[in-house]
Nanobody, 126 residues
Framework: EVHVVESGGGLVQPGGSLRLSCTASGFTFADYAIGWFRQAPGKEREGVSC????????YYADSVKGRFTISSGNAKNTVFLQMNSLKPEDTAVYYC???????????????????WGQGTQVTVSS
């Protein structure tokens, strides 16, 4: 069973930065995909970014391109989401999701992942 834990949320002023961390464990295969999603009150969960372990390919939602960066950490199965130039509309619960023996693709979304973390709150407010 794959277990996912995310951390790093908090309160930040507009224009500020936060770094979220995600660690997944329990993979059977060496290749995996990890995605970041977010859900604001009253809205559907949306994809933010995705990274494939096999080739390091990444995808971003248009709303975060140029501001957010997803990367793999030195520790095994750890992924970071660096969020810069944060806006109030970035406020949401951010979830990390993992799928073993999988990869990110152009149409990636919630249906690609079966293992989810508990979520971490990100609030952007002055």
């Amino acid at each position: 069973e794959v277990h996912v834990v995310e951390s790093g949320g908090g309160l930040v002023q507009p224009g500020g930065s936060l770094r979220l961390s995600c660690t997944a464990s329990g993979f059977t295969f060496a290749d995996y995909a990890i995605g970041w999603f977010r859900q604001a009150p009253g809205k559907e969960r949306e994809g933010v970014s995705c990274i494939s372990s096999s080739d390091g390919s990444t995808y971003y939602a248009d709303s975060v391109k140029g501001r957010f960066t997803i990367s793999s950490g030195n520790a095994k199965n750890t992924v970071f989401l660096q969020m810069n130039s944060l806006k109030p509309e970035d406020t949401a619960v951010y979830y990390c999701a993992a799928e073993n023996h999988w990869y990110c693709h152009g149409a990636w979304g919630t249906d690609d992942f079966t293992s989810w973390g508990q979520g971490t709150q990100v609030t952007v407010s002055s």
